[in-house]
């Protein structure tokens, strides 16, 4: 048995099992969650944190590993699912992305 990780899309809910210890930004994409932006998903850094564009949010956040999750960690921003294993029960926030990685405003 895996670890459930549930992924928020679109205003929708759907839990995934996961494998214990597997790189979020993986999983995602191997089940069709689209963690890029309309460019990004053809051109990005391949999952080895250097272009900032598989952003997502998660609660709770893990302890960051690598130096831009850090950062975000510290200014409030999305974390790189590159970046994340997978040790414990997850809500993954998909982020409406246009042109790179940038995240659209949040609607209130």
């Known amino acids: 048995m895996g670890v459930p990780v549930t992924v928020v899309a679109d205003g929708e809910e759907t839990t995934i099992d996961v494998e214990r210890g597997a790189n979020l930004r993986e999983e995602l994409l191997e089940r069709g969650f689209p963690v890029y932006g309309t460019i990004s998903q053809y051109a990005n850094c391949g999952g080895r944190g250097l272009c900032s564009t598989c952003t997502v949010e998660v609660d709770p956040a893990p302890e960051p ?32 992305k ?4 940038q995240v659209l405003p949040r609607q209130l």
Not at 98 to 101: C, N, T
């Open 98 to 101: 246009h042109v790179w990685g």
């Open 65 to 96: 590993v690598h130096w831009h999750d850090a950062a975000a960690v510290r200014f409030g921003y999305p974390r790189l699912s590159c970046c994340i294993d997978v040790e414990e029960p997850l809500t993954v926030r998909l982020l409406d």
